[in-house]
């Protein structure tokens, strides 16, 4: 006789029956609870795969692990544990990973972008219009400061996390005495703290971060801020799901994250992102509650996420995290402050040592304090109980190889030797110094490269998406009509090419340009060219932008960045060695050229008087010029530079 055993439903089936039944009472629809049941457990997934120990984490979970990457790179001076125990802590991994940090900091990473079309055409006028949007982009963003916190973290850290966004808001402004709103619309990046990121697969390593099957993040924030985001929809009726999101820790639809941070306070609300790039999915939940439609699609129109995720060191292919200058000198660090804390205790011996006195007698330690006067003690009656007399010369050398090595595991001893500070220092030398550096620091480089690069792709894909939008309208003072405008980005000291360096301005429209504007613009050029105020415009037609299939490279140039001493040096170095070849070749120097570049690195204007242009012109050859200009810019039609690098690639 088979004996039949209760079945008993398992955990998730009974969480699952909780959760319906708190649903229940909020009168959701069941695809709503559904919706809301697939997060939740997504979220929780996430939350435990990248919290639970983890052997690349030494033991230890991500949060642990990332507490003390901050500590390290901070120099956290822990308490003591007992009274007698000597508080100290080197530094030497937070200064040898600043010594790395800042020689990132003297080189510059730009990108180079190609733009390809049809049949792999390049389109080098469009890819080099665009170089100079995303540089001014970021310029306008001001992203500078954001490198250097986006370089730390990856230094310091197992992960870095980068958002590329498009923020459109609005600013107060005053004028005339009266108050009032300003929009403002620009492509902006966010770094976003490791601890507020969940991956929906942690084995997928940082270079495939587009293929995460779901990615979560976490957010608090204020209650009034919640209010003005989330609780009125586009066409500003209030969202029906508002009235479920309740300040503090929510009793009926409890974030899982409200203890991972220590709860909320009472005027808090958790906010928790969620997208799938394979779903095109979107979902933000307030305490748990979805605020968001079903069904939402993914704010943003190109491939993949919006965000990309940096490492320092790769340490497994199945593994997303890598490993950071903090954890690889951890070890050492911990041995490089335990050693030099016995020293300072043998070090205090030696000056109060331990003493003994016969039995019976008790003395307090202040007869050991200058100038006091103890009864009854004879010099025999106190013996010391150690034989040493200090930290010997052994001992300071094991501290220094111990240090020694910790420099190694972060990479900075060998960039402080090739520093030379010997002597007037040549442009080879000083320029042999920073390739040096850049070849020494290694993966921090690639790293580097690797964030400009990528987030370099995301600021094309999203200006292309917004770039269609409408900024403003104007006035055609020929037709008399109004017209669209468009974005358009200016970029000073460009280079213009042919050796000229000027403004160079870059106009978003959806006007065919006919050859006799071109020829104006031509003119107008010509003429600012004469009395130095160089530039060159460019438009790019939108419908064609958007219309044709183009295919985007970019790589990432590394220099130096802008140093005055430097750049004075390498002008008289090449003015030396042009003249040099300009008398063996028989052939004079180019003086505007030379008179322009003195002026931008030296910073002297004026110096030199401008040449006065001739009386009389050979009117064939001005005839000629123009007609090979308006050439080379139009070759089958009347376009514009930039949209003639598309030509041929409509469908």
């Known amino acids: 006789m088979v004996q039949t055993r209760t079945k008993l439903k398992s955990a998730g089936v009974e969480s699952e029956k909780e959760f319906k039944e708190k649903a ?60 007698d125990e000597v508080r100290v802590n080197t530094g030497t991994t937070e200064k040898k990973t600043e010594v790395v940090w800042n020689e990132l900091l003297q080189l510059t990473f730009e990108p180079e972008i190609r733009a390809f079309g049809k049949e792999d055409i390049p389109l080098v006028s469009l890819g080099e219009s665009f170089t100079d949007t995303v540089r001014r982009s970021n310029e306008i963003e001001k992203d500078e400061y954001l490198w250097q916190e986006a370089l730390l973290e990856g230094l310091t850290q197992r992960a870095v996390f980068i958002e590329e966004i498009w923020d459109e808001g609005t600013v107060r402004d005053k004028r005339e005495g009266e108050v009032y709103r300003r929009h403002l619309s620009k492509a902006r990046k966010r770094l976003v703290s490791g601890l507020k990121v969940f991956l929906g697969d942690i084995t997928l390593p940082w270079y495939r971060f587009d293929e995460q099957p779901y990615i979560i993040k976490y957010d608090r924030i204020h209650w009034k801020q919640a209010e003005r985001v989330f609780r009125y929809l586009p066409d500003g009726k209030e969202n029906p799901m508002w009235e479920h999101v309740s300040k503090g820790n929510n009793e009926t639809f409890n974030s899982i994250f409200g203890l991972r941070f220590g709860g909320l306070a009472e005027d808090e609300v958790e906010v928790l992102a969620c997208s799938s790039y394979p779903d095109d999915e979107y979902m933000r939940l307030l305490n748990g509650v979805p605020i968001d439609p079903i069904g939402t699609k993914l704010p943003w129109e190109y491939e993949g996420y919006n965000m990309k995720m940096f490492g320092l060191k790769t340490m497994s292919r199945d593994f997303a995290y890598c490993k950071p200058l903090t954890a690889s000198a951890k070890a050492l660090q911990s041995l490089n402050n335990e050693t030099i804390r016995l020293m300072i205790r043998k070090f205090r011996q030696a000056l109060e040592p331990p003493s003994g006195v016969p039995a019976g007698k008790v003395f307090s330690k202040d007869i050991f304090s200058p100038a006091a006067m103890t009864q009854g003690i004879k010099k025999d009656d106190v013996f010391s109980l150690i034989n040493h007399t200090g930290v010997t010369q052994s001992e300071f050398a094991m501290f220094d190889l111990i240090e020694k090595k910790a420099e190694e595991f972060i990479g900075a001893g060998s960039l402080q030797q090739g520093l030379s500070e010997k002597g007037q220092q040549t442009a080879f030398e000083i320029s042999q110094m920073q390739k040096q550096f850049a070849t020494q620091l290694g993966n921090a480089v690639l790293m580097a490269m690797a964030m400009k690069e990528q987030m370099s792709y995301l600021r094309i894909y999203n200006l292309l998406e917004h770039v269609k939008q409408p900024v403003g309208k104007s006035l055609d003072p020929l037709s008399q009509k109004v017209n669209n405008t468009y974005m358009s980005f200016v970029k000073e000291s460009a280079d213009l090419g042919e050796g000229r360096v000027g403004r160079k301005e870059i106009i978003f429209d959806e006007a065919v340009h006919t050859e006799d504007d071109m020829r104006g613009l031509y003119e107008e050029e010509e003429k600012a060219k004469k009395i130095g105020k160089d530039f060159r415009r460019f438009f790019i037609n939108i419908q064609q932008l958007l219309e044709v299939p183009i295919k985007w490279f970019i790589t990432i140039s590394q220099k130096p960045k802008e140093n005055e001493a430097l750049d004075k040096v390498l002008f008289a170095d090449s003015l030396k060695q042009a003249v040099a070849v300009s008398q063996v070749a028989q052939r004079p120097l180019n003086g505007d050229t030379i008179v322009q570049d003195f002026t931008q690195t030296w910073k002297r204007r004026d110096w030199f008087q401008q040449q006065a242009p001739p009386q009389i012109m050979d009117q064939t050859m001005m005839g000629q010029d123009q007609t090979k200009v308006a050439t080379e810019m139009t070759p089958d039609k009347p376009q514009t530079p930039s949209v003639n690098a598309l030509e041929g690639q409509m469908t």
């Not at 939350?47 to 979970?61: I, P």
């Not at 507490?67 to 790179?73: D, F, N, S, V, W």
Request: charge should be positive; include cysteine; glycine fraction near 4%.
């Open 24 to 83: 229940a009472v909020l009168n959701l629809k069941p695809e709503m609870s559904e919706v809301i049941w697939l997060w939740h457990e997504r979220a929780r997934k996430a939350f435990q795969q990248r919290e639970s120990r983890h052997e690349y984490f030494d033991g230890l979970t991500y949060c642990q692990d990332y507490i003390l990457g901050r500590q390290a790179a901070n120099t956290y001076l822990r308490p003591k544990l007992n009274d």
